[in-house]
């Protein structure tokens, strides 16, 4: 084999270093004494990356309040509701993200528990997505706190390889923002996804080419994009269990079995992912969603709490100037299992009165007494500009009345603040 | 069974009967038809479980019987045989089969049991009329182009007819169809009869299968009973009985601007071909086209970043302010086409309410139109 010198990056003070071929790689970099090396022989060449804030919620509550800096502590709402963030300290404890609270207090009873305050989270993800955004314009938005970056082409122009650029930024994102992140980087958005999970928190992962088939093919085919807990569950029962058990199967075979999802696995098990990073990263849908104190069978009762989410749905799409032409309900009953149903609309609308007159419509099927449910939420999806939504349908002789008396309603708001005005229906 | 046929006489029967029978069908006897032959004739019928079709032919019955086999092939057959033939239908009772004989053809047709045939209604319903086939046809033509396809919302899928009885015309019957951008209406004298009628919402294949047996109705009168649920037209020895469709129409009155000010007068077929030519232009999917409206003269005109720009000035009666109103190009054919005088009149109010469009040869007739942003 011929000789190759491995590539070295100290995460602390940016130095680059080469691994000597007979001498086995430094534990400490040689110019700062840090440990935090990265060696990996691809380490320069690589250019596509997933960032991952770590404990994003946790995190920015405990920047701003010192005093939660030693104590587990979970973000998330109520009684009933569940965790949407636990700091690594809760997490030991072994609580999760969606975790119903009160399993999490069981878990972790000194835990403090804080409402999530997600004005504040909004506009910290939006500092770190504006320093995303000075690294390359490839930056593609998962969430408030993750995205994939493409950072192909950088290297030249800031005469740095992505590698050191992305360490870089994790060090000035921990100081200037008081968080920190986690980097995963490698060669498609499938590995550098996962590469991101590795080292939480504050990590920072490589995986090079090389190493793609043995790093899958030990680790449970659950990691894989697309397979939540059916499909997994499913695999399982074939007796695939490890990524490597699928790549005893042809394209054929898999696809014949799980359809498009079958040649996905086919690809992703052997680490091939075509898929790129998209900057329109546009909103596909906008949903809202409540989890309830006690569990609710009653139709009248449930409707009245479709009404705030409808509202809440509506105005963020009136914000962001989109329409949608498919309203979606979702339910979670007492045994937890999800139920969604969708009704394509005549024209988009942005009305919370449609999204919740269409949502009634869907309840009814469901919500016939027969079941309690414990979650309920509803969305528009199939977007659109908000100019082509409502306009006065022939066929719906309420149409105008109902636009003209929501812009009256959101006139008011606008003035007076959103509690200024309200439906009726809140009214017991 | 055994009868001899002309063979034009089934084929015209066969017509009306074999579009009723589904192209694809999930219950295998309702691809047939049922051939039943008595004393007076044979009679053909054909179901969707919804629409139902007999027709009943006079001929030379050597046997009675009855069988039901493939309409679609029947007809077929029927309709490349020879004019001015004879056909004979006999079927074997050992296998089942009807074998068709007309000159040298032989053909032999795979049957089914007529017991499994589903019975066509044939119950009397309560109200019954006879209106004018001149009437009846005016009815449907001026309104089936705006009936909608959505599925979710059902009661748009037909054409609404109602009595109706505070109007300047009289007592009458109107017909409504409306896919919520359009919406047509057309009045025609109440029949004797009909007064007693309730609203009734006749469905898109009702409706066309009831057309095509006026067309050679010329004026005769048309009888026609109906009930809450089912309608029943009977036009020259073919009976059709269909189920209505069970929803609500909407309350349309209260869409119909009655307060529309600006009036604009058009010659109609300058007009449509105008907007023809411009809507080469217009998007495949918005068919987009602007209509600047002022003082003795409107330009139409069609904008696309993809297929550039076309515009076309026209002199027309109108005398209000200035308007700029944008309009899908086919709504406009559409309506254009029923119009049957050379002049037509915009009543319109602003850009993006409205307009009601009037055949100004034909007081029956109403047409509302939504405009599109352009």
Redesign the interface.
């Known amino acids: 084999m011929a000789e190759k010198r491995t590539p070295i990056l100290c995460r602390d003070c940016f130095s680059k270093d080469e691994s000597h071929p007979t001498v086995e790689a430094p534990v400490r970099c040689s110019h700062c004494g840090s440990p935090r090396l990265l060696v990996n022989t691809e380490l320069f060449d690589l250019t596509l990356a997933h960032i991952d804030c770590d404990a994003f919620y946790a995190a920015v509550e405990k920047r701003d309040n010192p005093d939660l800096l030693d104590k587990p502590l979970i973000i998330g709402g109520g009684k009933r509701g569940v965790v949407s963030t636990a700091c690594y300290l809760a997490r030991m404890t072994g609580v999760r993200s969606a975790m119903p609270m009160f399993k999490a207090l069981k878990l972790c009873p000194n835990a403090t528990v804080v409402k999530p305050n997600m004005e504040k989270y909004t506009a910290v993800g939006r500092e770190v997505r504006n320093r995303m955004r000075n690294l390359t314009p490839l930056v593609e938005p998962l969430s408030i706190d993750e995205a994939f970056l493409d950072l192909a082409g950088t290297e030249k122009l800031r005469e740095e390889p992505a590698a050191v650029q992305l360490a870089r930024f994790a060090s000035e994102v921990a100081e200037d923002l008081g968080i920190t992140v986690s980097v995963g980087l490698s060669h498609n958005k499938l590995m550098a996804k996962l590469a991101s999970d590795i080292d939480k928190p504050r990590g920072f992962t490589v995986i090079s080419k090389e190493e793609t088939l043995d790093f899958l093919g030990p680790r449970p085919v659950s990691l894989l994009w697309g397979v939540g807990k059916v499909l997994n569950k499913k695999l399982n029962q074939q007796g695939i269990e490890k990524i490597s058990d699928l790549r005893r199967f042809d394209q054929m075979e898999l696809m014949a079995r799980h359809g498009s999802m079958g040649q996905r696995l086919y690809h992703f098990c052997r680490g091939i992912d075509p898929r790129k990073v998209s900057i329109d990263g546009e909103t596909k849908s906008i949903s809202s969603e409540t989890t309830f104190n006690e569990d609710i069978g009653d139709f009248e009762t449930l409707k009245r709490k479709l009404w705030p989410l409808s509202e809440s749905v509506s105005r963020r799409a009136k914000k962001s100037q989109l329409s949608g032409q498919t309203v979606t309900l979702k339910l979670k009953d007492d045994s937890f299992n999800n139920r969604t149903r969708s009704?394509?609309?005549?024209?988009p609308t942005c009305l919370a009165e449609v999204i919740y007159q269409t949502g009634i419509s869907l309840l009814e099927k469901e919500a016939t007494g027969e079941t309690d449910f414990r979650l309920l939420g509803i969305g528009i999806s199939t977007l659109g500009p908000i100019?082509?939504a409502d306009?006065?349908?022939?066929?719906?002789?309420d149409s105008f009345k109902r636009r003209q008396i929501e812009t009256a309603m959101d006139k008011v708001r606008e003035k007076l603040g959103k509690e200024a005005i309200n439906k009726g229906r809140l009214i017991d | 069974m055994d009868v001899t046929l002309e063979r034009a006489a089934l084929l015209k029967a066969l017509g009306h009967v074999q579009s009723v029978v589904e192209r694809r069908n999930t219950i295998p006897i309702l691809s047939n038809v049922l051939i039943e032959a008595g004393e007076n004739g044979v009679s053909l019928t054909a179901t969707d479980m919804d629409l139902t079709v007999v027709e009943t032919l006079a001929c030379m019955v050597l046997s009675g019987g009855a069988v039901t086999a493939p309409a679609h092939t029947f007809y077929d057959i029927v309709r490349k045989l020879p004019d001015g033939t004879q056909v004979a239908l006999t079927t074997d009772v050992e296998t089942g089969h009807l074998a068709i004989k007309s000159g040298r053809s032989h053909f032999n047709l795979p049957t089914l049991p007529k017991e499994d045939f589903p019975a066509p209604g044939a119950e009397e319903l309560p109200v019954n009329f006879e209106i004018g086939a001149g009437d009846f046809r005016s009815m449907i033509d001026k309104t089936r182009f705006a009936i909608s396809t959505e599925e979710t919302r059902y009661y748009l899928n037909g054409i609404y007819m109602h009595p109706k009885d505070d109007g300047d015309n009289g007592p009458v019957i109107r017909a409504v169809a409306t896919d919520g951008h359009r919406l047509a209406r057309v009045e025609v004298p109440m029949p004797d009869g009909a007064a007693s009628m309730p609203g009734v919402i006749v469905p898109r294949k009702a409706v066309a299968e009831v057309r095509k047996l006026l067309d050679s109705a010329g004026d005769d009168p048309i009888a026609v009973s109906l009930s809450e649920s089912k309608v029943r037209v009977s036009v020259d020895g073919v009976v059709l009985t269909s189920k209505l469709i069970d929803g609500t129409f909407p309350d349309y009155e209260r869409v119909v601007p009655a307060n529309n000010d600006k009036e604009l007068d058009i010659e109609c077929s300058s007009f449509s071909e105008a907007v023809d030519r411009v809507s080469t232009i217009s998007s495949e999917k918005s068919r987009a086209v602007k209509m600047s409206v002022q003082d003795g003269q409107i330009t139409l005109s069609a904008n696309s970043p993809d297929y550039g720009m076309a515009s076309e000035e026209l002199e027309v009666d109108y005398s209000g302010e200035t308007i700029d109103i944008g309009f899908n190009a086919r709504y406009l054919l559409d309506i254009a086409q029923q119009i049957e005088g050379e002049q037509a009149r915009f009543l319109m109010s602003d850009g993006a309410s409205p307009t009601v469009i009037l055949d100004l040869s034909d007081q029956a007739a109403l047409y509302v139109l939504m405009p599109m942003r352009v």
Not at chain 1, 343 to 347: G, R, S, T, V, Y
Not at chain 1, 391 to 397: T, V
């Open positions: 009704q394509k609309l005549a024209h100019e082509l306009p006065i349908d022939l066929a719906d002789p």
